[in-house]
C-alpha cells in the first residue's frame, strides 16, 4: 500500500475469525482493530484520519496516506449499542449494515426473507448519525437498503456495489435503490470484485465491465452520486474470497485469476481515471468521481 500512489484509502480487512472461529465476533474485531490501529501508528508514512478537519490535508503526492478504518458489518455490535461508541472511539468512520446475512440490526442480501431495518437497527442508524459512522448497505437486502436510506439523517453509501440492472446479482443494487442511496446525498462506488461487476457488452470480467456500471449508474443519477470501492487488495483477491466464501451466487461462465485492468485498489484507481479521460470526461467531473463525493459525505457525516 505504501507503494500505491494513493492520497486516501478506506481499509476494511478486517473479518477474520481468530478465536470464535466465526466472522464479526466482537473480541476479534476489536483485537484486530487494535493491532491494525498500532501497526499503522509505527509504520511511517500512514495517518488514520478521524475529522472532518483533517480532511484538508489530504493531498495528491503527499508522502503520508491518510487511512479511514471501516467494518463491512455491524454483526459485532450484537445487541448493545453501545459498541458502537466502542467503535468509533477506536476509529471506525464507516460501517456496513450487515455483510451479507442478517444480524440484530436489519436483513442482508443473502436472507431468504427480507424483512429491512429492525427496530433496533433503526435506533443504530440514528446513533451512527449521531457519533459520525456512515452507513454502508454494500452488503444488505433490498428492503434493508430503502430502510436505512428513509431513516438516515445523513448522507447513505454503497461503498463497493454495482448495478443490477447491468448484472442482476444479489450483490448489485436495483435502480430504485440507487436513486434512493442518491437521494441521501450519498455515492454508489463500483465494486471490481470478481464476478460482480460484469456485463451483457463485457462479460469476462475487466475494468471495462466495472465502467459499463459505472456509466450506467452516473446516467441514473448524475456525476455527483458515483465513484469507485474496487472491493479488491494487494495480492491475489479471488484466492483469499474463495477461501473464506461459504456461499457464493455469482456466475462464472468466463472463469478468470482477476479483474484485467483493476486488479487491485491502485491499479483500479489509476486505469478507471486513465479510462474517463479516453472517454471524454473532463478534470472536473473525473475530480467529482475519484474524490469530491467521498470527501462531501465525509465532512457531513464525520464530526469537524
Request: proline residues 4%.
Amino acid at each position: 500500500m505504501g507503494e500505491s500512489c494513493l492520497a486516501l484509502v478506506f481499509d476494511g480487512g478486517l473479518a477474520s475469525p481468530v478465536r470464535a472461529r466465526q466472522l464479526w465476533d466482537w473480541n476479534d474485531v476489536v483485537d484486530e482493530l487494535g493491532f491494525r490501529v498500532t501497526g499503522m501508528s509505527h509504520q511511517p508514512g500512514f495517518v488514520v484520519i478521524r475529522a472532518g478537519r483533517e480532511l484538508a490535508a489530504i493531498k495528491a503526492g503527499t508522502e503520508d496516506i491518510s487511512v479511514v478504518l471501516t467494518l463491512e458489518s455491524a454483526s459485532c455490535v450484537g445487541t448493545d449499542i453501545d459498541r458502537l461508541d466502542v467503535l468509533f472511539g477506536i476509529g471506525i468512520r464507516s460501517m456496513g449494515i450487515t455483510y451479507s446475512e442478517g444480524n440484530a440490526l436489519a436483513s442482508g442480501l443473502s436472507d431468504p426473507r427480507d424483512g429491512g431495518l429492525t427496530n433496533f437497527g433503526r435506533a443504530a442508524v440514528h446513533r451512527m448519525n449521531k457519533l459520525g459512522i456512515i452507513v454502508d448497505i454494500s452488503h444488505a437486502s433490498e428492503q434493508t437498503t430503502f430502510d436505512v436510506c428513509e431513516v438516515s439523517r445523513k448522507p447513505v453509501i454503497a461503498s463497493h456495489s454495482g448495478a443490477k440492472s447491468v448484472h442482476p446479482i444479489a450483490r448489485n443494487r436495483s435502480d430504485d435503490a440507487i436513486k434512493a442511496i442518491a437521494a441521501t446525498g450519498g455515492v454508489i462506488a463500483m465494486s471490481a470484485s470478481p464476478y460482480s461487476t460484469v456485463s451483457v457488452a463485457h462479460p469476462v470480467h475487466t475494468l471495462e465491465s466495472v465502467m459499463d456500471h459505472f456509466e450506467h449508474c452516473a446516467d441514473l443519477v448524475g456525476l455527483e452520486h458515483v465513484g469507485f470501492g474496487f472491493d479488491t487488495h494487494f495480492g491475489d483477491h479471488l484466492a483469499w474470497h474463495q477461501h473464506w466464501a461459504v456461499a457464493d451466487d455469482r456466475p462464472r461462465q468466463h472463469p478468470i485469476d482477476f479483474v484485467d485492468g483493476a486488479e487491485n485498489p491502485a491499479e483500479g484507481t489509476a486505469n478507471a481515471v486513465r479510462w474517463m479521460i479516453a472517454h471524454g470526461y473532463s478534470d472536473e467531473e473525473i475530480r467529482t468521481v475519484c474524490s469530491a463525493n467521498v470527501f462531501r459525505v465525509m465532512k457531513e457525516c464525520w464530526p469537524w
